[in-house]
């Protein structure tokens, strides 16, 4: 199986010099393959046995649901931190639909 091969490859190489965003968007693809897998290994096993394959699926989007509200919630924290407050751009809005 090259492809794993590479795959694995690509996610335990080391680089020192790496922005520590790269190594979390690996962390976070591969959790969420985890939980693609999950949900369609739920789908195979919920031919055999229904509560298996029920138990399989939620836990499966379970983790997706966590991994994106988490990625997002922490980057949006992630930003303001970095770039300070956001900068609330206002427009001169006089109902017109033409701008």
Do not use: C
């Not at 965003?21 to 591969?30: A, E, Q």
Request: avoid cysteine.
């Amino acid at each position: 199986m090259p492809f794993l091969q590479k795959a694995w490859d690509e996610v335990s190489r080391d680089e020192p010099n790496q922005p520590p965003w790269k190594h979390r968007r690996r962390l976070i693809y591969g959790a969420y393959g985890l939980g693609v897998f999950m949900v369609l290994f739920g789908m195979v096993q919920f031919l055999f046995d229904t509560q298996a394959g029920v138990q399989a699926i939620a836990g499966g989007v379970s983790l997706i649901t966590i991994i994106v509200s988490a990625y997002t919630g922490f980057a949006a924290w992630q930003d303001t931190r970095l770039y300070g407050q956001v900068q609330h751009h206002h427009f001169d809005y006089d109902g017109n639909s033409d701008g």
